[in-house]
């Protein structure tokens, strides 16, 4: 059902918020929201063993940096959050996954892990977890979060070798439990190893982070190492309730015995060709369905696209359901799709996604980061020591492509307003280093932010659809953008819907937090799941992270 006509302006906690690119019929409608809450921000103390802010020698310490933040249509965020650090207790920073139900007034933070926290069995070393290394995920439609994490050894066998220093996380029953493990070498846990590999090959790393779907099945990419070569695939796993047997005794809680079931692989070909995918993406899942970028080239690519495949079926067929090559909605004739981006949104219906065509680029100077890992600072500035460039489409946009209908809109390009879709960071394991990286080599990768919902209405049996993205306004001259605007955008569609701006950098904090009032806001985020149903979250600083303010916040979408 379409609302009344609101105007060009949606107040917002007293802030007038201007749509962007103002270029449609006069009767177009924006979209609306409700307003900001504060899911958490930096006045809140971390959930940790050592905290109870009743005692006044209590260890407590503060939330301080927050990734993008994901959420299911009830409510439930899920958060990795860390500490400023230990400068007044003389302890190390916390780094945790978090959730918080938000259809609950007054509800508390819960701490799923930190650094304090016992890796689930098989762990017979008392190994505790050193870092959740990525954004967390949570189901759509149950309380089911999946997160990665990063440890020493799990498990010591009998001639005293040790194995296991990275898996995927979940708790579908209400306990933490081991989804997936580098422990497939070990013959106890021959339910771990790689499908379609050689018997005992275990995963390497699981690149990105893991989804899931009806509650207990896990979607994931992980890479692995046969015959001395490196490979990739994306799996899925579904959990039970149950206990996993070894001599003597049973590990619980556990996930059960099943095995990892193989949807693709680099040996598998991609449909229609008789080539082999060379590169695949994290997948995103909903609704027992699973869809993920795969390609024959990731960095020069000619076939491929994003594939579909129901989890249910016993052949896991794939569907590519945009091809490279297809045409861009929208453009001259002869305009096709030549890129496609990793990070797919997807609610069981509606996949949203960023896309490129054309030949022409621009070259941007990349400037390394200058706070966190401070390993992977000192690697980058090393190899950036001359400078950094890299090439992107000047032609790119965001995309929804509808399943049930098999037709793809275009949402936003460069050209309306917005100068690009793209954010760069440098980011992976540098070597002679342990740290929260993904197992692959550090090295510059971009990523363009967006999430699809087709439940703001309560129903994905029509065609109507709304979407969120960040984007970039601005010129870059000799490779640098000249005061830069990064924003949050809300589209309505199908159909040309004037953007509503949610936040932009710059913009007073008290358009998310009050209590940022008087503070510019200067870092937005938004992943792939943070937006079902029709609540929609967000993490952002104001100032600075060291000396400003920050928080992770929640609106609620008008149907």
Request: glycine share 12%; net charge negative; with cysteine.
């Amino acid at each position: 059902m379409r609302r009344v006509n609101r105007g060009v302006f949606i107040s917002v906690l007293g802030v007038a918020l201007t749509i962007a690119a103002p270029t449609f019929a006069t009767d177009a409608i924006p979209p609306a929201i409700n307003g900001w809450e504060v899911v958490v921000n930096n006045g809140y103390d971390m959930p940790t063993n050592s905290c109870n802010p009743a005692e006044p020698t209590s260890l407590c310490r503060k939330f301080n940096s927050y990734n993008q933040p994901s959420v299911n249509v009830r409510g439930l965020v899920v958060i990795r959050a860390r500490s400023r650090g230990g400068e007044v207790t003389g302890q190390q920073p916390v780094h945790g996954v978090y959730t918080r139900d938000m259809a609950t007034p007054g509800s508390s933070i819960v701490k799923i892990l930190d650094r304090s926290t016992p890796v689930p069995q098989p762990n017979n070393l008392d190994t505790l977890f050193t870092e959740p290394p990525s954004f967390p995920r949570i189901d759509m439609n149950s309380n089911t979060i999946a997160t990665r994490g990063n440890h020493q050894p799990t498990w010591v066998d009998e001639n005293g070798d040790r194995f296991g220093t990275t898996g995927i996380y979940a708790n579908p029953f209400g306990q933490l439990i081991t989804a997936a493990s580098k422990l497939g070498i070990v013959p106890y846990f021959s339910f771990f190893e790689v499908p379609g590999a050689s018997p005992g090959t275990p995963f390497d790393v699981f690149p990105g982070s893991p989804s899931i779907t009806d509650k207990t099945t896990i979607v994931f990419k992980g890479n692995y190492t046969e015959e001395g070569s490196g490979k990739t695939g994306v799996y899925y796993r579904i959990l039970t309730d149950a206990p996993i047997p070894v001599p003597t005794r049973s590990l619980e809680p556990a996930g059960g015995t099943n095995p990892v079931v193989l949807i693709a692989n680099t040996d598998t070909l991609i449909p229609g060709t008789t080539q082999v995918f060379g590169s695949l993406a994290p997948p995103s899942a909903a609704d027992g369905k699973a869809v993920f970028v795969g390609l024959d080239n990731e960095e020069s690519p000619t076939v491929g696209g994003i594939y579909l495949v129901k989890l249910s079926d016993q052949k896991l067929k794939l569907k590519n359901v945009v091809k490279l090559g297809s045409s861009v909605p929208g453009e001259k004739s002869g305009a096709v799709f030549n890129k496609i981006g990793e990070g797919l949104s997807f609610d069981g219906r509606f996949v949203a996604f960023w896309g490129a065509w054309g030949a022409e680029t621009k070259t941007l100077q990349l400037q390394c980061p200058t706070t966190g890992n401070k390993d992977r600072v000192a690697y980058c500035n090393e190899i950036c020591a001359e400078g950094c460039t890299e090439t992107v489409p000047v032609h790119q946009g965001i995309f929804v492509h509808d399943l049930d209908k098999d037709k793809t809109y275009a949402v936003a390009k460069t050209g309306d307003d917005f100068s690009d879709f793209l954010y760069w960071n440098f980011s992976g394991h540098v070597p002679g280093s342990a740290g929260e990286d993904d197992g692959e080599p550090a090295r510059w990768r971009s990523s363009a932010f967006v999430a699809v919902s087709g439940l703001v209405d309560g129903s994905l049996t029509d065609a109507h659809f709304h979407v969120a993205f960040k984007a970039r306004k601005g010129e870059a001259v000799e490779g640098v953008y000249k005061d830069p605007v990064d924003g949050i955008y809300l589209s309505e569609g199908p159909g040309n819907s004037p953007l509503l701006t949610l936040v932009e950098t710059g913009m007073d904090g008290s358009v998310l937090d009050p209590t940022a009032k008087g503070l510019p806001a200067t870092e937005v985020g938004i992943e792939r799941d943070g937006f079902r149903g029709n609540s929609l979250v967000i993490n952002a600083v104001m100032g600075s992270e060291e000396t400003g303010w920050g928080g992770v916040y929640m609106t609620k979408v008008l149907e």
